[in-house]
Structure formats: structure tokens, C-alpha cells
């Protein structure tokens, strides 16, 4: 059984950081790709960041560009998320979720991973 166990999340105030963490079991992570999406209420899941399967390529959304950076640690099977100067836009609850196929870059897409974490609520006042 696969499983997703994030953490770290919380509220923040405008500027602050934050770092989300992933934590997965049952699959072998190191064979797979991850991303992280957000979802805002009323808003549809969004991509925010991803990382191929060896660590070698990232890639952002832009509105998180340069504040935000995903990395992962194969020995832990765990993914992170370092979340700097936060906007009241951040606002939102983050998912993790592992790619479907091995040995990939990640996608855009949530439809391409197949497993995904409860979700960790951020919030970021202003």
C-alpha cells in the first residue's frame, strides 16, 4: 500500500517561509518522479513544483519561481518544499503526489500521478 504522510505546514505571516515535508512508503521512490500542487478553495488544483526522479531536474510554476524549491532525499523517501517570502496568495492547501510512471521528469499534470498525499493547509496572512 502506498502511502504519502506530508507535513509542515501551518500559518505564516507575508515574507515569512515555510518547508513542507513528504514522506512515502509502499513504491520505490527513488524510481519516481514527484510534484507538489495547491488547491485554493473555490480554485482548481494547481501545479506548483517538480522534480524528476533522480533529483537532476526541477521545475517551477511561475508564480513561485525563484521562491520556492522543491528537493527530495532518496535515502529518507521523502520530498520537500522550501517555501520562501510568502505571499496571501500561497494560501492554499498543498498536496504531494508521485508520478505514475518510473523513471520520469514529473509533470504539469495531476492526472499523470497516481498517488497523493491528505494534504497540509498553508496559510499566509497579510
Known amino acids: 500500500q502506498v502511502q504519502l504522510v506530508e507535513s509542515g505546514g501551518g500559518l505564516v505571516q507575508a515574507g515569512g517561509s515555510l518547508r513542507l515535508s513528504c514522506a512515502v512508503s509502499?513504491?520505490?521512490?527513488?524510481?519516481?518522479?514527484m510534484g507538489w500542487f495547491r488547491q485554493a478553495p473555490g480554485k482548481e488544483r494547481e501545479f506548483v513544483a517538480r522534480i524528476s526522479w533522480g533529483g537532476g531536474h526541477t521545475d517551477y510554476a511561475d508564480s513561485v519561481k525563484g521562491r520556492f524549491t522543491i528537493s527530495r532525499d532518496n535515502a529518507k523517501s521523502t520530498v520537500y518544499l522550501q517555501m520562501n517570502s510568502l505571499k496571501p496568495e500561497d494560501t492554499a492547501v498543498y498536496y504531494c503526489a508521485v508520478e505514475q510512471i518510473g523513471y520520469g521528469m514529473g509533470s504539469t499534470l495531476p492526472s499523470m500521478y497516481d498517488y497523493w498525499g491528505q494534504g497540509t493547509q498553508v496559510t499566509v496572512s497579510s
Open positions: 509502499g513504491r520505490p521512490f527513488s524510481r519516481h518522479a
